[in-house]
């Protein structure tokens, strides 16, 4: 397994991270554990999971329930020196996650200790701020987009004020790095500023979503990554189970994420030609289409890690696999090509 640094740290992670998110609703505590034996004994060092977890659905009676879990594991096998972890600050919106209210400097010092109690653990890797208080484009909402009535200094200020509090936890030796999630361009430069401004942490990755039917980030957030050591932690990179190809044609396998609901949006008649057709090029290739999809992930320069969720060990083994997959010159043109006829499709 390829190792990747992140940021300027000296952290260093496995190319494929093991994704949490339905450990608590579509999977049993036994089945996380499963889970995380085999990811750990075929060289995934990198868990990622947040206090809003599981969301599979979102409910106020799981909520935190995926960071108790892995917790337990840790508690179980005594392997927390083994795994670089990584979890997330929920931003407003659930009246159950500190009144709805949005992040603030308390907030964040709040929540990390809560999931550190919680995942019974002295340090978190990789702390990230889940979503920005303002308004974003992440979660399919490109669609009403309208960064114009923001406040600039408040936003400012917010992320120095966010800043401040993260710094502290670093220096208390709570946590070890920072990271985004859902962020713009805009935004993470504007913490990188004002972090050097004020000495303060560094931000080393930004988690948002990269799959073949959405890649936003292939753009300035590319030249952005490159420029300044933030590294992609992406999320989604089977759009949800989409890209294997189950939901085409009205498919909705027992179990699956369909049977909760749209999958956040993507399950969409109009990704169907694009899915489709990459679906069909893997299978021309003899390659299952989930490992073809992130196998074609792994290839992109500014990917630090690439975040996988399996409901079955069936998915987690092919998902883990794909790091050992080499994608032909002529399966990455073929890519490109399809790219260029669906460029966008959830």
């Not at 974003?136 to 509090?165: C, M, V």
């Amino acid at each position: 397994m390829k190792m990747n640094r992140l940021g300027r740290t000296d952290i260093h992670v496995s190319e494929i991270c093991l994704g949490t998110m339905t450990w608590g609703s579509q999977n049993t505590q036994d089945e996380a554990f499963e889970q995380m034996d085999y990811a750990l004994e075929h060289g995934v060092n990198f868990f990622d999971t947040a206090e809003l977890y599981p969301t599979t659905p979102l409910s106020p009676e799981t909520y935190a329930d995926t960071e108790r879990m892995i917790g337990n594991w840790f508690e179980k096998t005594g392997k927390r020196q083994n795994v670089v972890l990584a979890t997330k600050v929920a931003g407003a919106g659930r009246e159950y996650i500190r009144g709805g209210a949005p992040i603030t400097a308390q907030s964040i010092l709040d929540a990390v200790d809560a999931s550190l109690s919680r995942l019974k653990t002295d340090y978190i890797d990789l702390y990230q701020i889940h979503w920005p208080n303002r308004g974003h484009f992440h979660f399919r909402s490109a669609w009403n987009y309208d960064p114009f009535n923001q406040d600039k200094t408040r936003t400012e200020d917010e992320i120095g004020e966010k800043l401040e509090a993260l710094g502290a936890c670093v220096k208390a030796g709570k946590i070890r790095a920072i990271g985004l999630s859902n962020e713009t361009t805009w935004g993470t430069q504007k913490f990188l500023s004002i972090a050097e401004q004020k000495g303060l942490s560094r931000v080393a990755t930004i988690q948002n979503e990269y799959n073949l039917l959405y890649r936003h980030f292939d753009l300035d957030m590319a030249e952005l990554s490159h420029h300044e050591d933030v590294g992609l932690l992406a999320y989604s990179p089977l759009a949800g189970g989409i890209l294997s190809g189950k939901y085409l044609d009205g498919g909705k396998p027992t179990g699956s994420r369909g049977t909760i609901g749209d999958i956040g949006g993507r399950l969409v008649s109009y990704q169907e030609p694009a899915t489709r057709a990459y679906v069909e090029l893997a299978k021309t290739h003899g390659i299952d289409p989930s490992a073809m999809a992130l196998a074609f992930c792994l290839t992109r320069k500014f990917m630090a890690s690439v975040i996988i969720g399996a409901t079955s060990m069936e998915q987690l083994k092919t998902d883990i696999g794909a790091a050992d997959l080499t994608l032909s010159d002529e399966i990455l043109k073929e890519i490109a090509r399809i790219h260029r006829l669906y460029p966008a499709t959830i």
